[in-house]
């Protein structure tokens, strides 16, 4: 048995879905640029709607598209927002931030951390610029700054996961439960058993999972 992620662009599709479906959701806004934060409004009837269906919500905390290198202004407002979406009862927040040399923006994330108020962090789908050299030092970096989700794809090209497996289960292996590695990026309602099967991931995540 494994969890199945949907992406969603606001609140499209939300209400056409069942926690049979589907267990969690991953809300954000503008998702031709990759998804970036949601609205007050979206956030807050998004989560009232999706709790009374069981399902849970993980919110994007991401000002704007493009890389995720940030400057001080934007790390700002990524606090407000993140401050905003724990008022708004959301289970999960989605970061992703990175330094010129796309290595994890170490005083970033302390700077944001405090705002978080201790709810559950995903690393966003940003950690496939992470060069594969530095993955491995990522993980267990954010394992201790508490993260408990990474999405990836195993490769920021862009190309078929599939043709990442071997890369995704040498990172899944050196993880081994200490946190939890979700594959996306290509993945659908209709090939995520078989990329299951073939790298034992207990979550999945699209825009097309259900």
């Known amino acids: 048995m494994f969890i199945k992620e949907f992406c969603a662009e606001n609140l499209t599709e939300l209400f056409s879905l069942t926690s049979e479906k589907v267990q969690r959701v991953e809300l954000c806004d503008n998702l031709a640029v990759g998804g970036t ?11 009232r709607h999706l709790h009374e269906k069981n399902i ?14 940030y400057n001080d202004l934007e790390l700002r407002v990524m606090e407000e927002d993140i401050l905003q ?7 999960y927040l989605v970061l992703g931030l990175l330094t010129k040399e796309n290595l994890l923006d170490h005083d970033g994330i302390q700077f944001l951390l405090p705002a978080t108020k201790g709810l559950p ?3 966003h789908m940003a950690f496939d610029s992470i060069p594969k050299t530095h993955q491995k030092e990522a993980i267990d970096e954010l394992i ?3 993260f408990t989700r990474i999405l990836l794809h195993g490769s920021d090209e862009k190309n078929d996961i599939f043709n990442n497996i071997d890369h995704l289960n040498d990172l899944i292996n050196y993880a081994d439960g200490r946190i939890e590695l979700m594959l996306g990026g290509g993945v659908t309602a209709e090939n995520c058993n078989d990329l299951v099967k073939k790298t034992k991931v207990t979550a999945v995540h699209g825009t097309k999972i259900n």
Do not use: H, Q, W
């Open 37 to 47: 934060t949601p609205s007050y409004g979206v956030i807050k009837e998004a989560a």
């Open 56 to 69: 849970t919500v993980a919110t994007m905390i991401r000002p704007r598209g493009g890389n995720f290198v």
């Open 85 to 91: 979406a724990v008022e708004l009862e959301t289970d």
């Open 121 to 123: 962090l995903v690393f």
């Open 144 to 146: 201790e700054y508490g």
